[in-house]
């Protein structure tokens, strides 16, 4: 009896060994590839006049984005809601895709100086400072992590 629950749990140690490794294998993968679009993001970026028009959080499939760009996008992306700005930059409007803390701090209706690389708009420049409300949201969102962390 004792024998068959150590196999058993040998078997089990053996199987998380190989999952956790997996794991380990594809974390590193896919952080080697987001530091090489960061690198690409950078190096195509330039800084732009833009009018806000709109903003909003959907879905990557309900954006309105071409149908090249949900072509190229990865799998995992396709599921996720990401944050749109329709913005006019020049004589053009277009869609723009940022990460929640740019999206959070840019005011609608206004112009603002900002980076953008392609359809990435990566950071505000000039014209719009986060509010109090969303200064305080995120320090209390970094100490939570902080703790989060602390603890497992």
Known sequence: ??????????????????????????????QAEQAQSQKMLETYAQVVNLLVIDKKKMKFKE???????????????????????????????MDLMCDKDVFEDLPVKTSVKAKVSGMYLMQ????????EKTIEKRRKEREKAAKKAAKG
């Open 1 to 30: 009896m004792m024998r068959i629950i150590l196999t058993v749990l040998i078997i089990v140690l053996i199987i998380a060994a190989v999952a956790l490794f997996f794991l380990y294998r594809t974390g590193m993968k896919m």
């Open 63 to 93: 954006a309105p984005f071409p149908k090249e760009v949900f072509e190229q996008a990865p799998r995992r992306a396709r599921f996720m809601k990401v944050y749109v700005v329709r913005a006019k930059i020049g004589p053009k409007i």
């Open 124 to 131: 505000i420049l000039q014209g719009a400072q986060p509010s």
